[in-house]
């Protein structure tokens, strides 16, 4: 059974910092790339970062130089440390992990940035 689960989400005031992290259990997580997306109120989900397999990454523009992505393959954890907080990164958070067409979710943790 694949679980993912994320935990780290509150509320931060406006230029604070979070670190979500996403476990895994199930897969074999070094095999997967993992990405994290969100989710505001009213918007579409999208993405925010992803780290490949080898350790590359890619991240939205909107992210870029305020969010970063790690894992630890050792403990089967995705990690999104979060800088420099907008209210426009108010979102639900979710975790993706995708390999050769296998592609799990999880359950999300929400973010809130307000004064």
């Known amino acids: 059974q694949v679980q993912l689960v994320e935990s780290g989400g509150g509320l931060v005031q406006p230029g604070g910092s979070l670190r979500l992290s996403c476990a895994a259990s199930?897969?074999?997580?070094?095999?997967?790339?993992m990405t994290w997306y969100r989710q505001a109120p009213g918007k579409q989900r999208e993405f925010v970062a992803t780290?490949?397999?080898?350790?590359?990454?890619t991240y939205a523009n909107s992210v870029v130089g305020r969010l970063t992505i790690s894992r630890d393959n050792a403990n089967n954890t995705v990690y999104l440390q979060m800088n420099s907080l907008k209210p426009e990164d108010t979102a639900v958070y979710y975790c993706?992990?995708?390999?050769?067409?296998?592609?799990?979710w999880g359950k999300g943790t929400q973010v809130t940035v307000s004064s």
């Open positions: 780290m490949s397999s080898s350790g590359s990454t």
């Open positions: 993706n992990a995708y390999w050769r067409y296998q592609n799990y």
């Open positions: 199930g897969i074999i997580f070094s095999n997967y790339a």
